[in-house]
């Protein structure tokens, strides 16, 4: 069972989580030279070594064995993992990111109709008014910049919420059985093998590679293995719901980091957004304890 205090604890870390993912925008943009697949790749290789950093500590010096014991649970949830790392990364270079955000926002529906199919957890009538709500305040948000060109930007950036979504059903379905916490090391070292070849030759400078590291670890490592844990105590849509205050927190990260200014509708479907987080929030306050 998972009681009402696992599961305010497990939001909570959720949150921190989205905290950490939200800082991309703003340090990405202090970089010097390095671009598009080159900061994929490093992010990527510095999520390695932060992950068996993790393991390492919590393995007490040999987090091997944790990976082999996944098994084919894990490789799913790595691929997945794996998926999200480029596919945003690819997307942005053959659309805009209006159009991009827009088609990762959708997360939160596929995670509640996958649990619905996979796991047959019963989605409320509140719940789905939530996700809607969210849906309305991210399009809100990047309305102004969403248009028709750049399908196939779109169509890889639809691998981000779908890869999402399997991978919060697998974490659902077998976080009783096997830690998948090591899956961020697989989806990780895959990330930089398929962008190593698109990012050659390297021309990050030394800053670029502090900024870099930071956000591999900060941004990626932490975060992702945090949010593996609170997985066992959250549904799917809850996670990807919360999930959505990545893109809420981004602006003004560079608001304050950069000096970007944010325009009404950002704040205004930022607003719409954390309404929806809200609403969903007092839903499941008024549940009892599930299972």
């Known amino acids: 069972m998972t009681s009402r205090v696992d599961h305010r ?20 943009r202090l970089l010097e030279r390095a671009e598009s697949f080159e900061v994929t790749f490093w992010r990527s290789f510095f999520c390695v070594l932060g992950v068996l950093l993790i393991m390492a500590v919590q393995q007490r010096g040999n987090p091997w064995g944790v990976v082999r014991r996944m098994g084919l649970a894990g490789m799913v949830s790595g691929v997945m993992w794996a998926v999200m790392f480029t596919c945003f990364m690819v997307a ?17 529906l596929l995670a509640a109709l996958l ?6 957890e019963r989605i409320r009538g509140g719940t789905w008014l939530s996700i809607v709500a969210a849906l309305a305040g991210i399009f809100w948000m990047v309305r102004e910049g969403v248009s028709a060109q750049g399908l196939s930007g779109m169509l890889i950036a639809a691998g981000v919420p779908l890869a999402s979504a399997i991978n919060l059903i697998t974490l659902k379905k077998m976080h009783a059985t096997v830690d998948l916490g090591p899956a961020v090391l697989i989806g990780a070292v895959l990330s930089c093998l398929v962008t190593l ?12 590679l502090s900024i870099l590291a930071l956000l591999g670890f900060v941004q990626l490592a932490v975060p992702c293995m945090l949010m593996v844990r609170a997985a066992r105590h959250l549904q799917p849509h809850e996670i990807a719901l919360i999930g959505l205050l990545e893109v809420v927190l981004g602006p003004i990260w560079a608001w304050l980091g950069a000096n970007e200014a944010m325009g009404p509708a950002t704040v205004q479907g930022g607003l719409m957004v954390l309404a929806a987080l809200a609403l969903n929030a007092w839903l499941q306050r008024r549940q009892p304890a599930r299972a």
């Open 92 to 108: 942005l270079t053959r659309t805009s990111t209006a159009n991009t955000m827009l088609v990762s926002s959708i997360s939160p």
């Open 115 to 120: 649990a619905w199919a996979v796991l047959g």
């Open 9 to 28: 604890k497990a939001v909570l870390l959720l949150v921190f989580c989205a905290l950490c993912w939200s800082i991309a925008g703003v340090f990405t």
């Open 197 to 208: 070849p698109l990012a050659w030759p390297l021309s990050a400078t030394p800053g670029d």
